[in-house]
């Protein structure tokens, strides 16, 4: 509780309850206006309550010391914190792989080594002092990448050009070559699985399509029925099924029906033949999109 100075120039405080706290006389600490203490109640009565302060309630600043690779440490201010005034904040350490700013400074950069960054929209190449971290040389491509679609519809050549052109250390230059050709590896490879993917899926719905004309389905039903991707044959029953939900009553919860539709006996061999063919590219299908999202672009 906080305690401040009354009206007859007691120190008192309140309960949360709005009742008046005064101070024991016998207690051997008297907490100042503006204090915060930790008190224990010795009794109450209707109007007011006496109290012993236990401990003091002060703000503590509590830091973060940073240990760098050089054996230096520097120690920054996080914020305060309120606890008991015999209590020590905890001191979180954190390591830096990097050396402080003074040795950053001091360094003769003797050793380096390149470091690349790469995103569908983004290239840049880093000369890194292996002691200090600091970027010495940095060479930025971005320029030259559309900045809608990406390394998609980029000019590989002319980045290679201009790598050649602006890096004229050897190890670097090659670096960043053998990175652009990664790049470009997958984005031929990701166009050939998108390419893929499209095809797969016209000539599932083109089966698929198929099947429901040799049942009897019209041209416009097939084009309004919206289950094409959805139903699936039944070899044993002979049937065409698919799932649709019904409006339950009274809660309005949707209940799942199974619709049969009869395959004809002389189409039955052909029907099944087309959809055993489905199975295997939606198969290839599911392979396909599988590595389009485990392999999509880094923003």
Known sequence: MTFYRGRRGDIISRLPNGKIVLVNRRAERIPKPGEKWVCRIDFE??????????????????????QYACGHSKKVRLYDKEMAENE????????????????????????????????????EIRRICKKCRKTVD??????????NRGFFVADFEKIREAIRQRISDSEGQQI????LDDMEQYVREYKEYSK????????VFGLRAEILRLIGMSNKEIAEFPYIGDYEIDKE?????????????????????RHHIKIPGGVRERVY???????????????????????????
């Not at 295997?280 to 880094?298: A, F, G, S």
């Open 237 to 257: 029953r002979s049937t065409v099924w698919y799932w649709t939900s019904v409006k339950g009553e009274p809660d309005e919860l949707y209940t799942p029906v």
């Open 196 to 203: 893929r993917e499209k095809e797969l899926k016209k000539a």
């Open 45 to 66: 009565k209707p109007k007011f309550a006496v109290v012993t302060p236990i401990q003091r309630i002060v703000k503590k600043p509590v830091y973060k010391v940073i």
């Open 176 to 179: 960043a070559l053998r990175v």
């Open 138 to 147: 940095s060479y930025d491509f971005s320029n030259l990448i559309d900045e």
């Open 88 to 123: 020590e904040p905890e001191i979180q350490i954190t390591k830096s792989p990097n050396v402080c700013e003074k040795c950053k400074d001091n360094c003769k950069h003797l050793e380096t080594e390149w470091d690349t960054s790469i995103s569908i929209f983004y290239f």
């Open 273 to 299: 033949d087309i959809w055993n063919r489905v199975q295997e590219l939606e198969k290839e299908l599911r392979e396909v999109e599988n590595w389009l999202i485990e392999n999509r672009p880094v923003e």
